[in-house]
């Protein structure tokens, strides 16, 4: 059975950090880590993901030089470092997983095959 856990949301003023953390477990052929992020009303999208072993990440244009995805191969655990937090950061964060990331304009496409159950995080003004 696959098991993808988040941890690690909160809620922070603007300009505040926080570090969010996804578990996998059960995985098989996986090499590609990702997190998202969707508010009431909108759709999803695609915020950062991670080409494991390599640890080559990718990042949205919204969130890049703010936020950085690194893993821990060890304990099958992917990271979401978020500095500068802005309250259009305010989203419930999902990690997902799939194959292959598939480069700077695959990995956003949300067609992973495994997903968490997301973890809030609420930046305030």
């Known amino acids: 059975q696959v098991q993808l856990v988040e941890s690690g949301g909160g809620s922070v003023q603007a300009g505040g950090s926080l570090r969010l953390s996804c578990t996998a477990s059960g995985l098989l052929r996986v090499n590609c880590m990702g997190w998202f992020r969707q508010t009431p009303g909108k759709e999803r999208e695609g915020v950062a993901a991670i080409s494991l072993g390599v640890g080559l990440g990718y990042y949205a244009d919204a969130v890049k030089g703010r936020f950085s995805i690194s893993q821990n191969n060890a304990k099958n655990t992917i990271y979401l470092q978020m500095n500068s937090l802005k309250p259009e950061d305010t989203a419930m964060y999902y990690c997902?997983?799939?194959?292959?990331?598939?480069?700077?304009?695959?990995?956003?496409?949300?067609?992973?095959?495994?997903w968490g159950q997301g973890t809030q995080v609420t930046v305030s003004s």
């Open positions: 997902a997983a799939r194959l292959m990331c598939g480069g700077s304009n695959s990995w956003i496409d949300g067609r992973y095959n495994y």
